[in-house]
Nanobody, 119 residues
Framework: QVQVVESGGGLVQPGESLRLSCAVS????????MGWGRQAPGKSREFVAH???????NYADSVKGRFTISRDNAKNTVYLQMNSLKPEDTAVYYC?????????????WGQGTQVTVSS
C-alpha cells in the first residue's frame, strides 16, 4: 500500500554536492518521522539523518555540518542535501518513512539509491 522511492544518487568527486529525494505515496496515513540510512559494501546499514513530526532533526556525527535533512509535507517528500562529500560517504542510501496504521507503528524503507564519491 505504501511506496517509498529514492532518487538523486550518482557519481561525484570529493568536495562536491548531491541532493537526494524520497517520495512517499500510497494510502492515507500519518507520517510522524522520516529519515535516511546508508549501507556500504560489507558493512551494516547505519543511521545518517532523521526528522520527526515536530521538525526536529538528528544527524550521525560523521555527517554533521555537511548534510541537511528537510521535508515537504505537502508533497510527502524528504530531502538530504549532501555537501563536501567524502569517499567514505560512498554507500547505498535508503529512505524510511515512519507512520501509524490501525493504531500500530510501521517503518517502510525504499530500495535505495547509489552514491559514489571517487577521487
Amino acid at each position: 500500500q505504501v511506496q517509498v522511492v529514492e532518487s538523486g544518487g550518482g557519481l561525484v568527486q570529493p568536495g562536491e554536492s548531491l541532493r537526494l529525494s524520497c517520495a512517499v505515496s500510497g494510502s492515507i496515513f500519518s507520517i510522524y518521522a522520516m529519515g535516511w540510512g546508508r549501507q556500504a559494501p560489507g558493512k551494516s546499514r547505519e543511521f545518517v539523518a532523521h526528522i520527526d513530526s515536530g521538525g526536529r532533526t538528528n544527524y550521525a556525527d560523521s555527517v554533521k555540518g555537511r548534510f541537511t535533512i528537510s521535508r515537504d509535507n505537502a508533497k510527502n517528500t524528504v530531502y538530504l542535501q549532501m555537501n563536501s562529500l567524502k569517499p567514505e560517504d560512498t554507500a547505498v542510501y535508503y529512505c524510511v518513512a515512519n507512520y501509524f496504521r490501525d493504531g500500530n507503528p510501521y517503518d517502510d524503507w525504499g530500495q535505495g539509491t547509489q552514491v559514489t564519491v571517487s577521487s
